[in-house]
């Protein structure tokens, strides 16, 4: 598990994060300023997603 803080969202998702760990998924995502173009995820930094793309 030394990958651990590179992990993007997406890989937390599979992990189903969001359901085990609610608290630390929304930290990953608020303020969200990007999103996923590869799964449509938003995130609150590019690293956290897969294909990062900028929230204007
Ligand atoms: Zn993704």
Do not use: F, W
Request: hydrophobic share 30%; charged share 30%; net charge positive.
């Amino acid at each position: 598990m030394s990958d651990n803080k590179q992990k993007t969202l997406c890989a937390h998702v599979d992990e189903e994060l969001h359901i085990k760990d609610p608290k630390a998924y929304i930290a990953l995502i608020q303020p969200a300023t990007h999103y996923c173009k590869g799964c449509g995820r938003s995130a609150a930094k590019a690293e956290n997603v897969c294909k990062p793309e900028k929230i204007s």
